[in-house]
T-cell receptor, first 111, second 112 residues
């Protein structure tokens, strides 16, 4: 199956700092999503971005499908950004439409 | 709020027992997916239903089964529970294939 690798696995930031999270995948994809899992376990949709660039407030994401990677940018980080960030992809020519998740990046933002 | 509703939020049960987890997808979504999140395996796909029919299977144990009803809600049945089945179980839904999926709040299952 498709492999999804996220880096870094852990990240500690001071409030106000910027960061870039990376997601590499091993095959062509139909769908790529970024999620934030908050401390209560809820998976919150950040971006649906199989290709191109999107921005939502302090967050933005870029997917370069031909090179099989995606980047999530967090600017002016806040303590509420803490949690785990997951990248998930749907492989092209899949029998179904399931998402394969990366291992996540655990972010801690300190005040 | 994603619009996907899962019940119950928490469940504690003993080994050997059977439980049923319920999911109501977002209005209009035809696809329902079940995922398991455990500490050692991460987030893994279990099974997908599309408009009442099984569409794809992942790493779902034979002790586990699911179905999607005519009103599109879905149930995941877990039987002969073992300690290792303790995990967070998510349901997700999407309109059709290859569109954005939205996740419910999850059911945290603890097997004691």
């Amino acid at each position: 199956g498709i492999q999804v690798e996220q880096s870094p696995p852990d990240l500690i930031l001071q409030e106000g700092a910027n960061s870039t999270l990376r997601c590499n995948f091993s095959d062509s994809v139909n769908n790529l999503q970024w999620f934030h899992q908050n401390p209560w376990g809820q998976l919150i949709n950040l971006f649906y971005i199989p290709s191109g660039t999107k921005q939502n407030g302090r967050l933005s994401a870029t997917t370069v499908a031909t090179e099989r990677y995606s980047l999530l940018y967090i600017s002016s980080s806040q303590t509420t950004d803490s949690g785990v960030y997951f990248c998930a992809v749907e492989r092209r020519n899949n029998a179904g439409n399931m998402l394969t998740f990366g291992g996540g990046t655990r972010l801690m933002v300190k005040p | 709020d994603s619009g996907v509703t899962q019940t119950p939020k928490h469940l504690i049960t003993a080994t050997g027992q059977r439980v049923t987890l319920r999911c109501s997808p977002r209005s209009g979504d035809l696809s329902v997916y079940w995922y398991q999140q455990s500490l050692d395996q991460g987030l893994q796909f279990l099974i997908q239903y599309y408009n009442g029919e099984e569409r794809a299977k992942g790493n779902i144990l034979e002790r586990f089964s699911a179905q999607q009803f005519p009103d599109l809600h879905s149930e995941l049945n877990l039987s002969s529970l073992e300690l290792g089945d303790s995990a967070l179980y998510f349901c997700a839904s999407s309109v059709i294939s290859s569109t954005e999926a939205f996740f419910g709040q999850g059911t945290r299952l603890t097997v004691v």
